[in-house]
Every structure is written in structure tokens, then in C-alpha cells.
């Protein structure tokens, strides 16, 4: 089984801050990640494919990078809405989430 | 307007069976892969089961294979997992969710319904 790392699990962050995720696979997953963003009593949303492939509709200040096994999720000016928990999953090989990053207010 | 609405959960004993089921709308059902997406209270994401657009190929979860059954139904639109022998560590939000379409079988989720809650207590 493939198994996602995600650092930080709680980041404290300003609006108008660059947050940077990082994302960690066991094995290679060579870019198939995807990111999601979920808030409290919410649907996971869809933010990223293909470790860097913007979903339509997801602000341009989100963006993705990585292949392999190392990944990351930045987002370049933190918004209010922004304020979530994020998790990584690959579908390399089946589908697996890391454990999430709970994004708050500084 | 395009989505995915879940019902079936609810309280149910352990050993006990339930059937969720998936109704969707406005989409082009039959042409996507579905999955079933879990979440225990206050913890994270865990897959449980795929169905292929067309239904001929599944999988799943080692946590609840053998246990649970994935199945659809293109005439109406739906999905359905059938989940028996439930335990209690099953307890989470259900959520049915839709392969982007654009890698095959093994594809992100693009599109989520609201979840159906099962708690499985006596």
C-alpha cells in the first residue's frame, strides 16, 4: 500500500501569507496527486490533478508542483475563504489521503 | 444543476446491514467511474470502493472487502453500496464522489454529494 505524508498537520498563517503544503508518497507516484480543500461540515473540494493541473474554477492563487514521491500545495496570498483543512491523494495505485493540514488563523 | 445526493445512513447495530445509495443528476452518469469516500468523526479521508462507468470492473478498501458491495444502477442514475456486517470503527460520513474522467479508472474526484452519516452502535 502507498502511503501519503503531509506537513505540516496544523499551519498558522495571516491573511495575505505564501503557504506552502508538502505532500510525501512511500513510493513513487510519478504525478498522480490530487489536492483537496475541506471545511467544517463540508464535501472535500477538488483543487488540483495531475500534481499541478489547475481544477476549472479554482482561484489562480492556488498551485501545485512535484513528481515522484515529494509534492507541494502553495498558496500564494492567503484569503479568508482559504482558512480549511487540505489533503493530498494519490491514484497511482488505488486511491490514498494523507492525513491532512489544518490551515488557521494566525 | 449538476449533483450528487446521498441517502440511506443512519443508526444501525453492530452486525447489522445498510444500503447507501448515490442519485445523480444533471451529469452524464453512465460515462464516469464513481467511488465511495469515507470519513470517521473528526478524522480524514479514507477510500472504500470504485465501480467503472460501466460497471464490470470494482474494488476495494482492505477495511471493507468482503463486507461491502458497490453497484449501479444507469437506468436510474445510481449508485448504491450495499455495506453488511458492519462494525463500529464503519461509523463515519459516506460521501459518493466522481472520477474526473480524464486518466482512466485511476483518477482524482471532481465531484463530491453532501454525505449520508452511519453510526454503527448498539
Known amino acids: 500500500d502507498i502511503q501519503m505524508t503531509q506537513s505540516p498537520s496544523t499551519l498558522s498563517a495571516s491573511v495575505g501569507d505564501r503557504v506552502t503544503i508538502t505532500c510525501r508518497a512511500s513510493?513513487?507516484?510519478?504525478?498522480?496527486l490530487a489536492w483537496y480543500q475541506q471545511k467544517p461540515g463540508r464535501a472535500p473540494k477538488l483543487l488540483i490533478y495531475k500534481a499541478s493541473s489547475l481544477e476549472i474554477g479554482v482561484p489562480s492563487r492556488f498551485s501545485g508542483s512535484g513528481s515522484g514521491t515529494e509534492f507541494t500545495l502553495t498558496i500564494s496570498s492567503l484569503q479568508p475563504d482559504d482558512f480549511a483543512t487540505y489533503y493530498c491523494q494519490q491514484y497511482n495505485n488505488y486511491w490514498t489521503f494523507g492525513q491532512g493540514t489544518e490551515v488557521e488563523i494566525k | 444543476e449538476v449533483q450528487l445526493l446521498e441517502s440511506g445512513g443512519g443508526l444501525v447495530q453492530p452486525g447489522g446491514s445498510l444500503r447507501l445509495s448515490c442519485a445523480a443528476s444533471?451529469?452524464?452518469?453512465?460515462?464516469?467511474?464513481m467511488s465511495w469516500v469515507r470519513q470517521a468523526p473528526g478524522k480524514g479521508l479514507e477510500w472504500v470502493s470504485i465501480i467503472s462507468s460501466g460497471g464490470g470492473t470494482t474494488y476495494y478498501a482492505d477495511s471493507v472487502k468482503g463486507r461491502f458491495t458497490i453497484s449501479r444502477d444507469i437506468s436510474k442514475n445510481m449508485l448504491y453500496l450495499q455495506m453488511n456486517s458492519l462494525r463500529a470503527e464503519d461509523t463515519a460520513v459516506y460521501y459518493c464522489a466522481r472520477g474526473l474522467g480524464s486518466s482512466g479508472l485511476f483518477d482524482a474526484f471532481d465531484m463530491w454529494g453532501q454525505g449520508t452519516m452511519v453510526t454503527v452502535s448498539s
Open positions: 444533471g451529469l452524464s452518469f453512465s460515462s464516469y467511474a
Open positions: 513510493q513513487s507516484i510519478h504525478n498522480w
